[in-house]
Structure formats: structure tokens, C-alpha cells
């Protein structure tokens, strides 16, 4: 009979805030082939000549900020996570955490989960939306290490949730007390990707960014389209908030320069809005199911400024899900959906 675990898997963080351990944890990150994919020889030149020389100290700075005495925000919460998710599925599933980059580790997870004598697993990504660089990404590195380590180990997952109806209403009940209070507009950050990986993703070579309306013409290459999945999960939860569409919009954060990348950009919209009159603005990030770096320094902390800079009067980032029971709930159904032996 086979032995299960459930193992969550999210994006990860440096050991700490220092320059070394930022520096480290860029070098894996941003070493991804998934993640910068060019030629191995031209990304360990861009990573070595023009990216770590610089990055690591303004990151560790940003890092620092938003750094807790029990230490990084995405581990805790996701911890926090695994948590809950563990006591609601019970003692007979265990639940494990592993980061794709820094730690705990999924080389270690895995190796851990096949000392402990497990041989089936399902995989969750902590990612809504599909994408190359991240969903795609941890699903081929605990396959990877399945292989090396335990090719009997049998892997499932869990495919990308943006349009679940299950994760628009865990979406809905964050954002509730936040819609209920006076505000002008809500803006949908979502984390950036270059343009040329929606192409790259699209098998048909012929949909995406082919033309102004593809992400809401219905096409098969929306199951790896992430900025059509983007659009769906805003369409769906407007529509669960009743939201007035021209009191909301799209951007795209957390870009890298050198190629063009999804637009529009968030820091251009948050010094754009009250120049049109938004003075009191709501921020939600999506793709992002738990606070981390991209909501708490760059949207909660820089965007504000930004915005306030720009003649903006309020500003609220909405938090991601983290641990709301409606979330874990969510995860738990999806476990019992996907995984549990059905009762008779």
C-alpha cells in the first residue's frame, strides 16, 4: 500500500537579509534557466558581469526592511500554511514545505520524503497562475530530484488555480473588509513576466500577443498563457465584488530591464492614478498567495510613496491570502479532490 505526503512548494527567500546570503540566493534564483532563459554561457555572463555585482546590496536593503524576528515573511507564512493544512487533513497526511529556491530546500524535501518511506505524493505549487518561470519551474524540479533520488516515488500535482471558484471566493473573502471601505479604485498587481515567455509558452505560435483581443478570445494556448490567466482571475473576482469596471485595472510588477515585459507597469500606474483623480487607492496581488518581498516592500512600502508622491491621499495593499482558513480550506478540498481514496 502506498505511503502519502502532500508537499507545498513556494518561490523561497535568502537565509537572511545580509548582502552574502542575498547574493547566494540570487545566484540560484536568477540562474534558472526557467527564470532568465538564455544560453547558459550568456546568463552566467549577465548574472556574474552585470547583475550580482550591484543587485545583491540594493535587495539585502529592501530584504531588511520588511526581515521579522522569526524571519522571512514567505517561509513563516508558508510554514504557517503547511501548518493548518496539516491539522485540517489530519495525522495519516502529512503535510511537508519546500521552496524552489534557498531553504528548506526541494532536493531536501524530497530526499526526506523518500527516508520517511513515502512513495505518493501531491505536489502544490503556490501558484495561481502558469507560467514558465514559476509554476512550470517547481513542477520540473521536484521532478528532477524525483528522478535522481527515488524514480518509484509516483508524483502528482496540482494543475494552476486562477479561475477555481473555490480561490476566487478565498480572493473575495480577503478583500471584503478592504471593498468596504471608501476607496476610488482597485488596481490588480500581478507579478511581471518579459513578453517573449507568453510567446514561448504558446504551442500554436500563432495566439498570443498575436493580436489586441487573444487573451479574451478563447484559444488552448490560455492553459499556459499566464496573462490570460491573469485577466480571468481579475474577471472573476470583479464579478464576485460587483466591482464597476472603470474602477479597477491591470498591471504587471517586479520587472527586469533589457526587453520588453508585460505592461502596464505598476509603479507607472501608482504615479499615473491620482492624476486622474484616484486619491484613494486599493492594491490586490493575485499572484501572489502569500506576502513577500513584492507586496510588502515593493507594493506596501515603495508603491505607496509612490503613490503618495504622485497626490495620492490613501493607499491599502490588500494581503495575500497567507493563512486564511478560506485558503487553506481551498488547498484541503483540492487534497481530498485529488488525492484521498474516495469513501464509499
Excluded at 546570503?21 to 534558472?32: C, H, K
Excluded at 479574451?216 to 464597476?244: I, M, V
Excluded at 493563512?323 to 488547498?331: K, M, N, Q
Amino acid at each position: 500500500m502506498s505511503k502519502r505526503a502532500v508537499l507545498l512548494v513556494n518561490l523561497g527567500s535568502p537565509d537572511s537579509p545580509s548582502v552574502p546570503d542575498v547574493r547566494r540566493y540570487l545566484r540560484e534564483f536568477l540562474g534558472d534557466e526557467r527564470v532568465i532563459d538564455l544560453p547558459k554561457p550568456l546568463r552566467w555572463l549577465l548574472l556574474e558581469g552585470a547583475i550580482l555585482p550591484s543587485r545583491p546590496k540594493r535587495t539585502s536593503h529592501a530584504y531588511s526592511r520588511i526581515w521579522t524576528r522569526e524571519g522571512s515573511p514567505l517561509v513563516t507564512t508558508s510554514e504557517a500554511v503547511r501548518s493548518r493544512l496539516a491539522a485540517a487533513l489530519g495525522p495519516d497526511l502529512p503535510v511537508r514545505l519546500a521552496m524552489r529556491y534557498g531553504n528548506p530546500s526541494i532536493a531536501g524535501a524530497v530526499a526526506q520524503l523518500d527516508r520517511d518511506g513515502f512513495t505518493d505524493i501531491l505536489l502544490i505549487p503556490q501558484y495561481p497562475h502558469y507560467a514558465m518561470s514559476s509554476w512550470e519551474t517547481v513542477a520540473v524540479r521536484v521532478f528532477e530530484e524525483r528522478a535522481r533520488v527515488t524514480p518509484r516515488m509516483r508524483i502528482r500535482f496540482v494543475q494552476p488555480f486562477y479561475a477555481h471558484p473555490e480561490y476566487i471566493e478565498a480572493m473575495h473573502a480577503r478583500a471584503a473588509p478592504f471593498l468596504a471601505q471608501p476607496h476610488d479604485h482597485l488596481l490588480f498587481s500581478y507579478h511581471g513576466i518579459p513578453a517573449r515567455h507568453l510567446r514561448k509558452a504558446d504551442s500554436s505560435r500563432a495566439h498570443c500577443l498575436a493580436f489586441p483581443e487573444c487573451c479574451t478570445t478563447c484559444s488552448p494556448a490560455h492553459a499556459t498563457c499566464y496573462r490570460a490567466q491573469c485577466f480571468k482571475t481579475t474577471e472573476l473576482l470583479a464579478r464576485r465584488a460587483g466591482l464597476d469596471p472603470a474602477r479597477y485595472s491591470i498591471s504587471f510588477q517586479s520587472r527586469l530591464a533589457g526587453e520588453p515585459w508585460l505592461e502596464p507597469f505598476t509603479d507607472h500606474e501608482l504615479a499615473r492614478l491620482p492624476k486622474t483623480g484616484v486619491r484613494r487607492l486599493l492594491v490586490i496581488c493575485p499572484s501572489f498567495v502569500a506576502d513577500c518581498l513584492e507586496t510588502l516592500e515593493e507594493i506596501r512600502m515603495t508603491g505607496e510613496r509612490t503613490f503618495q508622491d504622485s497626490g495620492g491621499e490613501y493607499f491599502a495593499q490588500i494581503p495575500c491570502l497567507n493563512d486564511h482558513p478560506a485558503y487553506v480550506d481551498f488547498l484541503a478540498n483540492r487534497v481530498q479532490e485529488l488525492f484521498m481514496t474516495p469513501k464509499p
